[in-house]
């Protein structure tokens, strides 16, 4: 009786509801935050864990560090060049979905496949599919007559060494990390697409606008709020990923040609032990995404408003 | 300014025929409305009109010229949709002059015309606002300058006035018939609100479930209905039925009086059973039976009922209008 009456309260139930959160963030976000800060301006490392205030050294010694600076070039790479195809494909697809036919579910259910499977297993999937020797791709290559001999397209050599050769890794890994969010921009830019009115898009019809006006001064500018959005999550997922490239390339081929900065602090910290250094380059994403996060919120909010 | 033609036109969405076999012709510079409750096909009409959506057979002429496979924007059409439809992103003045980047016109000459538009709908001093700061009533009339801006051949409207409170509605159907007018464009006009259509149109046609019923004036429709549901469809409140001799007899409330109040010779006199009173402020509406029918009546101001009692009421056989037992259809005599 009296808990219930408690319960009835807003100002008891309401931080009720919220703690679960609270406690995940401070525990899980929080936590691991303030650590890496404390950890950044140290020397520890695993090995010795005795702590030692050393400043900025640890920023001043990866900023100078080459394969630092490769990283972050990579990473820029990696996350604009991803970002860019899957808002394109993730539009094209979701305007696919939108439309009505046989069997849509079965359809949906498969697109959504890649971003539900857990992202290790898909990534040593593609880890075979281009495999050095046993690649199924270079294998139809080879049968479409495109690779293996000397007049082909692609060279004369068996295989194509998709994780071998270093332009190609960086081409790879960024597919396969398209076709890990790719899913989730077609979904929000899908429930996008299904929030603007009908009757909007059929005015623009009636007012004589074809496919591709409807698109560029109708629909798309209407969509803006939710492709920044997207964006956003996406740069996120990418920015901050690691998985990918660590099961395909572990940031190879030498020299660093895949490194990520998400991979080059698990290489340092965990792998390397060096604790300090590894939170300095994983504390390099928090004033970048915070600002592109500052700068989408606040265009995606101008945009609302008007 | 055209004339627009359905001819047996049937859509039919899967099973469901949405319009069943329409034939209706426009004439040039008239406003027609296209009248009946929802599901009727009055949308869907008024959809196929302006080539949102495809017949599954019969033809559509605008001018003469069948446009079946003409699209939208080449069928000189404009359409003012219930919700408005502005886009929500730009001016004013953008959304009018829309139609018009279409066509790629000169700057200068959009110019002109939007303010033309505007000054016809006195939204002029609106130009720079984005639709979300305006009022319903302003939000019509920019969708209104819109559609008008081109000057289309037909101006096709669907329940335009929806989306407005009562009051607004009042003044805006006045305006709304006044540039119709003025402009003298055929206007295809989509209402479920028979005030609406008997206000509005030179002629209603009414529709359901997906067959028109009949076309006429307003009078033709009020005074002539050619079946029940017309009958019943139109005039609020709306017609009685009582069957008598083997035919359905209908009268509207309002012709059906107490005795003493009702002349001519020929009369059918009912005793009424008052069940409740409804006063409406102008009037009051009597909720009663005869012979255990339902029956409503109009009634005269100040006049003395008692909830509960049975009156002597009657109908002046002029004011009768019989319909076929079967089939609904109204004979004439």
Not at chain 1, 139 to 144: I, P, V, Y
Not at chain 2, 95 to 107: C, D, G, Q, R, S
Request: hydrophobic share 50%; net charge positive.
């Amino acid at each position: 009786m009296k808990t219930k009456r408690l319960l009835d309260r807003d100002e008891v139930l309401g931080p009720l509801c919220l703690l679960p959160v609270v406690i995940y963030m401070a525990l899980f976000i929080g936590f691991p935050f303030v650590m890496s800060f404390v950890y950044s301006i140290s020397n520890v490392t695993i090995g010795n864990p005795h702590y030692r205030i050393v400043g900025l050294q640890n920023f001043i010694a990866i900023v100078e560090d080459p394969v630092f600076r490769k990283s972050l070039v990579n990473t820029c790479i990696f996350t604009f060049v991803s970002i860019s195809i899957v808002i394109v494909l993730g539009h094209i697809l979701a305007e696919l979905l939108r439309r009505e036919f046989r069997g849509k579910w079965v359809v949906r259910f498969l697109v959504m496949l890649p971003w539900t499977a857990p992202i290790a297993l898909g990534a040593i999937g593609f880890l075979w599919f281009l495999d050095s020797v046993f690649s199924p791709i270079d294998w139809l290559l080879r049968t479409w007559g495109l690779l293996g001999s000397p007049d082909s397209l692609f060279g004369a050599q068996s295989n194509l060494y998709w994780l071998g050769r270093p332009e190609l890794a960086m081409t790879s890994v960024i597919l396969v990390h398209v076709w890990r969010i790719l899913p989730l921009a077609a979904v929000i830019l899908l429930a996008g697409m299904n929030a603007i009115p009908r009757e909007i898009i059929e005015a623009a019809q009636v007012d004589g606008a074809g496919y591709f006006r409807r698109l560029f001064h109708i629909i798309l500018p209407l969509l803006f709020p939710v492709i920044g959005v997207t964006i956003l999550f996406a740069t996120f997922f990418t920015f901050t990923d690691m998985t990918v490239v660590w099961i395909l390339t572990k940031g190879g081929p030498p020299p660093n040609s895949t490194q990520v900065l998400a991979s080059l602090a698990f290489l340092k910290g965990i792998a390397g032990g060096d604790l300090a250094q590894a939170a300095a380059v994983a504390l390099f994403f928090f004033p970048v995404l915070a600002g592109i996060a500052a700068i989408v919120l606040r265009l995606v909010k101008k945009a609302v408003v008007t | 300014m055209a004339t627009v033609e359905f001819r047996g036109v049937t859509k039919n969405f899967g099973q469901v025929k949405a319009t069943d076999g329409v034939d209706l012709a426009i004439k040039d510079g008239e406003l027609l409305v296209l009248l009946g409750p929802s599901g009727s096909g009055k949308s869907t009409l008024m959809r196929l009109c302006a080539g949102l959506e495809q017949p599954t057979s019969g033809t559509i002429a605008i001018d003469g010229v069948v446009v079946n496979d003409v699209s939208p924007r080449e069928r000189g059409i404009a359409m003012v949709f219930q919700s408005y439809a502005l886009y929500p992103h730009k001016t004013v003045f953008d959304n009018i002059a829309f139609p018009l980047t279409v066509e790629h016109m000169a700057k200068e000459d959009i110019r002109k015309k939007v303010e033309w538009a505007a000054g016809l709908f006195g939204i002029g001093r609106l130009l720079d606002r984005m639709p979300s700061q305006l009022s319903g009533g302003e939000r019509q009339r920019v969708a209104i300058a819109r559609a008008l801006v081109r000057r289309p051949r037909v101006l096709l409207m669907d329940e335009p006035l929806s989306n407005l409170d009562a009051k607004e509605r009042h003044y805006a159907r006045g305006e709304l018939k006044k540039f119709q007018r003025g402009i003298g464009v055929t206007t295809i006009y989509v209402t479920h609100d028979q005030v609406e259509a008997m206000g509005l149109g030179d002629r209603i046609a009414v529709l359901c479930e997906g067959r028109l019923r009949q076309v006429g004036t307003p009078e033709e429709i009020y005074d002539r209905p050619a079946d029940i549901f017309v009958a019943g469809f139109i005039g609020i409140p709306p017609m009685n039925f009582i069957e008598r001799e083997g035919r359905i007899a209908g009268f509207r409330p309002e012709v059906f009086r107490p005795l003493e109040l009702v002349q001519g010779d020929e009369l059918m006199r009912l005793r009424y059973r008052i069940e409740r009173v409804e006063n409406l402020g102008g009037y009051r509406v009597a909720y009663g039976v005869v012979d255990g029918t339902p029956i409503l009546a109009k009634l005269p101001h100040r006049y003395p009922v008692t909830e509960g009692e049975e009156h002597d009421f009657a109908v002046s056989i002029r004011d009768i209008h019989f319909f076929h037992k079967d089939t609904g259809l109204r004979i004439e005599g």
